[in-house]
């Protein structure tokens, strides 16, 4: 079955305890990108890759870092987490390039507190 | 200015109405549309795409754009209540995503 997996689902953690969430997929998609969707707010990109080893700042990258070592794995990492990075967070893969018009295929979403 | 924007919610239609959500968007250069419908507490899921202008209908959807005027508009008729979410506007060149429209179907 095609899909985006992140893990954990859920996470309560202290401030400035690293932290990270992983992303996968099995579709062989070039594309991968993180959101973070706050209330009111809508969905926030926060990196997006475009292959291997090619990652890009999105619109929210502050305390954030990312890394694109195989095609399949895309996991967000937090330094030092902050209260402000409490949030939903969903990992997204698409075929082909950034212009392409294919959709986007959504992970199940990440719960994180931040204490 | 946003690169994409709806009309703000929350939008409440009575059961077997007509929803009608508007997107604005400010790349002309766009290309393709996106409406994701996103449950509560659940990830986006894609409803409808659309690259042309004019309509495009699938089922009780129809996605109408005007590439002109810069705006793409989902219409959902014969509202039923497991139609209630939030609907996501995204336009494909930026990969950006508008803020959403929230729709309550009342019984």
């Known amino acids: 079955e095609a899909q985006v997996t992140q893990n954990p689902r859920y996470l309560i953690t202290v401030t400035g305890k690293k932290l990270t969430v992983t992303c996968s997929q099995n579709?062989?998609?070039?594309?991968m990108s993180w959101y973070r969707q706050d209330p009111g707010l809508g969905l926030r990109q926060i990196y997006y890759?475009?292959?291997?080893?090619?990652?890009d700042k999105g619109d929210v990258p502050e305390g954030y870092k990312v890394s694109r070592k195989e095609k399949r794995n895309f996991p967000l990492i937090l330094e030092s987490p902050s209260p402000n990075q409490t949030s939903l967070y969903f990992c997204?893969?698409?075929?082909?390039?950034?212009?392409?018009?294919?959709?986007?295929?959504f992970g199940d979403g990440t719960r994180l507190s931040i204490l | 200015q946003k690169e994409v924007e709806q009309n703000s919610g929350p939008l409440s239609v009575p059961e077997g109405a007509i929803a009608s959500l508007n997107c604005t968007y400010s790349?002309?250069?766009?290309?393709?549309f996106f409406w994701y419908r996103q449950y509560s507490g659940k990830s986006p899921e894609l409803i409808m795409s659309?690259?042309?202008?004019g309509d495009k209908e699938d089922g009780r959807f129809t996605a109408q754009l005007n590439k002109a005027s810069q705006y793409v508009s989902l219409l959902i008729r014969d509202s039923q209540p497991s139609d209630s979410a939030t609907y996501l506007c995204?336009?494909?060149?930026?990969?950006?995503f508008g803020a959403g429209t929230t729709v309550t179907v009342r019984a």
């Open positions: 790349d002309r250069g766009s290309q393709s």
């Open positions: 659309i690259y042309s202008n």
């Open positions: 997204a893969s698409m075929r082909g390039a950034l212009l392409s018009n294919q959709p986007q295929h």
């Open positions: 890759s475009m292959n291997v080893e090619v990652t």
């Open positions: 579709m062989n998609h070039e594309y």
């Open positions: 995204a336009v494909n060149r930026q990969l950006s």
